[in-house]
Structures are given as structure tokens and as C-alpha cells.
T-cell receptor
Framework: DQQVKQNSPSLSVQEGRISILNCDYT??????FLWYKKYPAEGPTFLIS?????DKNEDGRFTVFLNKSAKHLSLHIVPSQPGDSAVYFC????????FGQGTELSVKP | DAGITQSPRHKVTETGTPVTLRCHQT?????MYWYRQDPGHGLRLIHY???????DKGEVSDGYSVSRSKTEDFLLTLESATSSQTSVYFC???????????FGEGSWLTVV
């Protein structure tokens, strides 16, 4: 049973617009949520995280929102840039780290 | 960057042979993980370690074993490789809850 789900395998956005990537989870005991970005043939790199006691965390163009009642988190990228094109993984942590399936973001010039 | 080195980076092996992948870290991180990445499945946890000689299973542990005799090394062993274990394997480490988790560059394994 998948505890962390990213239901959109891909997303295409125009440069300069907002990208919204979504993630749902089932375990209410997760205490941290993280987003990772992955380019082909490279390891995932950390992007942004949020503690379960917060509902928003912002870092430059990246903002993560957490809705605990809905067990849902989202990553907003504003404005989107072509260099943001990559696979984005959300992850949830309760001791060990569990990842979603990933969403491939394509930002078109 | 947590000084994570995975070896080998690429390997082709035959079905039924044993394979060991090594993860080496230089940051004295307590937690180490092995994941595999497959299309449509994202990153799936194989095994993890929360200290020397302390390991536990992840969601796809069948066919894999691990050992951690030193803080800096976490070994993943496929006792008898099968074609379903063809994948990209990533090692990850972190200091503890809430701390950033760092990934290695991956090990590409092909079982023929």
C-alpha cells in the first residue's frame, strides 16, 4: 500500500507561469515532508521541506503548502523556468523516508 | 553534498550471481538508506540503517540483504541476482529527523 502518492506522472507549464505539484499521504504520523528534484543520470537533490507543525514554508521561488486535514501537500514554483524541468519527488518522514512516484515537470520557453 | 560515494557506478552481471553495492559517506551521518528507482514506481526503500549493526527492512526488501559494520559504509547485497533487480540503486544518508537527506549519484545494475 503506497503511503505517499503523486497522482500526476507529468506536468507541462509555460515559462514564467506557476507550476503546482501535488502529493497525498495516508500516514498521519509523518513528521516531516520534503521535496526533491532529480535530473536524468543524477541522484535526487533536496529542494525544500516542511515540518508537520507548519502549513507553509517558502524559499525563493519555491513554496510548500501542507494541509494536514486533507493529508495533502503541494509545491508551488513561481515563476517557472526551463531549468526547473526535472522529475520532482515528494517524500514523507517518520524515521525512514518514503517517496512518491514522482512527477515529471516540463517548462516550455 | 554529504560526501557520498557509491561503487560500482555501473555493473552488468548474470542471473544467479551475487552482487554487492557499496555506499561510503564521510559525514558521520547516523542514518543510511538504499533505494531503487524504477519507471512508474519512483524511489522505493529497500533497507535502511539507523546505526552500526542496526538495520531494518523497507518496502521492497525481498532478495536483498544489507550490512553496516562501520558508520561510514553501508553494503547492499543481492545474494542471487535476478532480472527483476535490474534497476538504478541510490544510497542516501542523513544525521537525524528533520535534517536534510543527501543522495549518492546512483549505481546502474543490469542483470542479464
Amino acid at each position: 500500500d503506497q503511503q505517499v502518492k503523486q497522482n500526476s506522472p507529468s506536468l507541462s507549464v509555460q515559462e514564467g507561469r506557476i507550476s503546482i505539484l501535488n502529493c497525498d499521504y495516508t500516514n498521519s504520523m509523518f513528521d516531516y515532508f520534503l521535496w526533491y528534484k532529480k535530473y536524468p543520470a543524477e541522484g535526487p537533490t533536496f529542494l525544500i521541506s516542511i515540518s508537520s507543525i507548519k502549513d507553509k514554508n517558502e524559499d525563493g521561488r519555491f513554496t510548500v503548502f501542507l494541509n494536514k486535514s486533507a493529508k495533502h501537500l503541494s509545491l508551488h514554483i513561481v515563476p517557472s523556468q526551463p531549468g526547473d524541468s526535472a522529475v520532482y519527488f515528494c517524500a514523507a518522514q517518520e524515521g525512514k523516508l518514503i517517496f512518491g512516484q514522482g512527477t515529471e515537470l516540463s517548462v516550455k520557453p | 553534498d554529504a560526501g557520498i560515494t557509491q561503487s560500482p557506478r555501473h555493473k552488468v552481471t548474470e542471473t544467479g550471481t551475487p552482487v554487492t553495492l557499496r555506499c561510503h559517506q564521510t559525514e558521520n551521518h547516523r542514518y543510511m538508506y538504499w533505494y531503487r528507482q524504477d519507471p512508474g514506481h519512483g524511489l522505493r526503500l529497500i533497507h535502511y540503517s539507523y546505526g552500526v549493526k542496526d538495520t531494518d527492512k523497507g518496502e521492497v526488501s525481498d532478495g536483498y540483504s544489507v550490512s553496516r559494520s562501520k558508520t561510514e559504509d553501508f553494503l547492499l547485497t543481492l545474494e542471487s541476482a535476478t532480472s527483476s533487480q535490474t534497476s538504478v540503486y541510490f544510497c542516501a544518508t542523513h544525521r537525524g529527523a528533520g535534517n536534510t537527506i543527501y543522495f549518492g549519484e546512483g549505481s546502474w545494475l543490469t542483470v542479464v
